[in-house]
């Protein structure tokens, strides 16, 4: 054997729980995504009922209250997906490895070493997602229970920019998507990703 030799690198070994999270969640955001477009469509946030719409081949509900339907039942599995993985990295101390500290914004300044520039990027968008995912569910609450949560939607000023600031979340959780994946593979290559759902 020589030692010019490439070792060949195992799979990361990622827990059931992990896995069912990643599943679970790009299945619920699948779902409510395609059918806030739905209820989009119907009063478009830009434009009125006159403004621009989404193609049909995106849309989930077949119609305004359709869409209403699995958006909230999404809704509800997206959220409560979040708070069981949530409790999962508390009780586990993932924490500590998967959220941004001053160690990393240090590493951005002064390290030379890309790969963990890599990791330091992945580790502040990992932590710079969670309050855009609250605000994504809070302004969804308040425009659900507008008269019960009268307090939390008045937090937004209006019921427009309440629309604007639920809505601007969704291209915001998409791009993070992206940056976490692509983020990812230069952190851990194709078998990092691959761990997650395999």
């Known amino acids: 054997m020589t030692s010019s030799k490439r070792k060949v690198r195992s799979t990361p070994n990622q827990t059931f729980l992990a896995k069912s999270f990643h599943w679970i969640n790009i299945i619920s955001l699948i779902l ?3 059918s806030g477009l739905q209820i989009y469509n119907a009063n478009p946030v830009f434009g009125g009922r006159g403004g621009w719409e989404f193609p049909k081949f995106l849309l989930l509900g077949g119609w305004l209250a359709g869409g209403r339907h699995w958006h909230f039942a999404a809704m509800w599995l997206f959220s409560l997906n979040l708070l069981w993985y949530g409790l999962y990295v508390l009780v586990t101390r993932r924490w ?6 001053r160690g990393d914004l240090k590493a951005l300044q002064v390290s030379q070493n890309p790969k963990r520039k890599n990791y330091a990027w992945h580790r502040l968008v990992y932590t710079g997602i969670i309050p855009v ?3 994504a569910i809070l302004s969804g609450l308040a425009m659900y229970k507008p008269a019960q949560l009268y307090w939390l ?3 937004f000023g209006s019921w427009q920019t309440l629309r604007i600031v639920h809505f601007i979340t969704v291209p915001t959780v998409i791009l993070f998507t992206v940056a976490h994946s692509w983020l990812a593979l230069k952190v851990g290559s194709f078998r990092l990703i691959k761990s997650m759902f395999l």
Do not use: E, K, N, Y
């Open 133 to 135: 995912l609250l605000l």
């Open 32 to 34: 409510t995504i395609a």
């Open 96 to 101: 500590q490895r998967r959220f941004a500290d």
């Open 153 to 155: 939607s008045g937090l």
